[in-house]
C-alpha cells in the first residue's frame, strides 16, 4: 500500500492489520471513545488514516504502563483535539520513555503486512537506518526436502528473514520511505542525534554529581537520606526528558523558520 493510498483512508480491516490487533478490538475501542471516528465514505464504508494507527499505539504503550482501561479514558479525554499522528507518537515516546523497549520479532510477510505495502531491500535499510528496525542473525527456516538444506531466504522477497521492530513508530517510518532522502543523509542525521545525545547525558550527568551528590555525601547523611538521594534520579529522569523534548521542539521552529521563512 503506497502512502497516497493511506492518505485515502484504510478500512477497519486494513487499520487492523497494519496495528497488528483484531477488528474487534478497533470496535471496541471506538465505541469507547478511545479512537476519533473515522471518516464515512462512498458506500457507508468507515475510512481510518494515520492517526488512528498512532491513537492506537499510544493505547497499547498505556498499557504496557499497566493503566486500567478507565486510566486510559481519562488519558485520552484530555488530549487536544485534532492530534496529528506525529503528535500521537510523540506522547507514547514520553510515556514509554523509562520503560524497556518492546520489540517484536516478525517475519519478513509480517513486516510487510504491518507496514502496509511490499519492502524493496533499499527500504528495510532504510528503515534500519532510521532505528525502526534490526535484522535478527540468519537462522534455519522451511526444510526444502528436494535441495535437501534449510531454506534461509534473502531479497526482497526472502521468507526466512526475520525482524526485531518497533511496531509503534513502524508506521511513521513507512511514511518516509517515500520522501526523496539519500539513505546517507539518513545515517548523517542519526550520527548527529545520537553524538548530541550522549554529550548532554554525559553533561546532566556530570552537572548532578558535582552539584548535587558530592556536596550531599560530604554531609555524611544516614542510609535512610542516601536511598533517598539515589531515587532522586529517577524521579528526575521524565522531568529532564520532558525539558529537552521541549527545548528541541522550540529550537527546531526557530532552525526552520530561519532556513524557510514565510513569503
Request: charged residues 25%.
Amino acid at each position: 500500500m503506497t502512502q497516497e493510498t493511506e492518505a485515502a483512508g484504510l478500512t477497519v480491516d486494513e487499520l487492523a492489520a497494519r496495528a497488528g490487533v483484531t477488528v474487534r478490538t478497533v470496535r471496541f475501542y471506538s465505541t469507547r471513545g478511545l479512537l476519533p471516528p473515522p471518516v464515512i465514505g462512498p458506500r457507508r464504508v468507515g475510512r481510518y488514516g494515520p492517526e488512528h494507527l498512532s491513537r492506537l499505539a499510544l493505547i497499547e504503550e498505556l498499557q504496557h504502563q499497566g493503566l486500567t482501561l478507565a486510566a486510559i479514558e481519562r488519558y485520552v479525554q484530555q488530549l487536544p483535539p485534532g492530534l496529528s499522528a506525529e503528535d500521537h507518537a510523540l506522547h507514547r515516546a514520553l510515556v514509554a520513555t523509562w520503560v524497556p523497549d518492546a520489540e517484536t520479532e516478525v517475519s519478513r510477510a509480517e513486516l510487510e503486512r504491518r507496514a502496509g505495502r511490499s519492502l524493496t531491500d533499499d527500504d528495510v535499510a532504510r528503515l534500519a537506518a532510521m532505528g525502526v528496525l534490526e535484522r535478527t542473525p540468519p537462522g534455519p527456516g522451511a526444510y526444502d526436502a528436494a535441495a535437501g538444506a534449510y531454506e534461509t531466504g534473502s531479497g526482497a522477497g526472502g521468507g526466512g528473514d526475520t525482524f526485531r521492530v518497533d511496531p509503534v513508530v513502524l508506521h511513521l517510518g513507512v511514511r518516509l520511505l517515500d520522501v526523496p532522502i539519500r539513505l546517507e543523509t539518513v545515517l548523517a542525521a542519526r550520527d548527529v542525534v545520537q553524538e548530541h545525545s550522549r554529550a548532554v547525558a554525559r553533561e546532566l550527568t556530570r552537572l548532578f554529581h558535582d552539584e548535587v551528590w558530592e556536596p550531599f555525601g560530604e554531609a555524611d547523611p544516614d542510609p535512610e537520606q542516601v536511598e533517598t538521594m539515589k531515587s532522586l534520579s529517577a524521579h528526575m529522569q521524565p522531568m529532564v526528558v520532558q525539558a529537552l523534548v521541549t527545548a528541541f521542539q522550540r529550537s527546531m521552529k526557530a532552525e526552520l523558520r530561519a532556513s524557510f521563512p514565510a513569503e
